[in-house]
């Protein structure tokens, strides 16, 4: 199972950014998707995650509302659009993919056992 976040940069306050983790080595449909985050000084926390057939996703509160998780199947690879950005939003963003033949997804980070590399968003003025 490999992954590969990309996307990442430094952005101004309310400006937007797309990542995004392509997957590859696995089959994809059987794995659910899902972005974590950690920064400076605090732990990992869940964002968002895409279950995976894409029909049901879930989002943390913080990011209700400006951030939108999508897959594309045929690509292997997942999105997330990050609108809106807010300064809290600095972090290093990471994918992650879990076996779940379920319909749901879950932001559990324990529940993922295969993890890209990470991405540095950077909202500043």
């Known amino acids: 199972v490999q992954l590969q976040a990309s996307g990442g940069g430094l952005v101004q306050p309310g400006g937007s950014l797309r990542l995004s983790c392509a997957a590859s080595?696995?089959?994809?449909?059987?794995?659910?998707i899902g972005w974590f985050r950690q920064a400076p000084g605090k732990e990992r926390e869940g964002v968002s995650c895409?279950?995976?057939?894409?029909?049901?996703?879930y989002y943390e509160d913080f990011v209700k509302g400006r951030f939108t998780i999508s897959r594309d199947g045929a690509k292997k690879v997942v999105h997330l659009q990050m609108n809106n950005l807010k300064p809290e939003d600095t972090a290093v963003y990471y994918c992650?993919?879990?076996?779940?033949?379920?319909?749901?997804?879950?932001?559990?980070?324990?529940?993922?056992?295969?993890w890209g590399q990470g991405t540095l968003v950077t909202v500043s003025s």
């Open positions: 992650a993919a879990e076996e779940f033949l379920g319909i749901t997804c879950s932001t559990a980070a324990r529940r993922y056992d295969s």
């Open positions: 080595g696995f089959t994809f449909d059987n794995y659910a």
């Open positions: 895409i279950s995976r057939d894409g029909d049901r996703s």
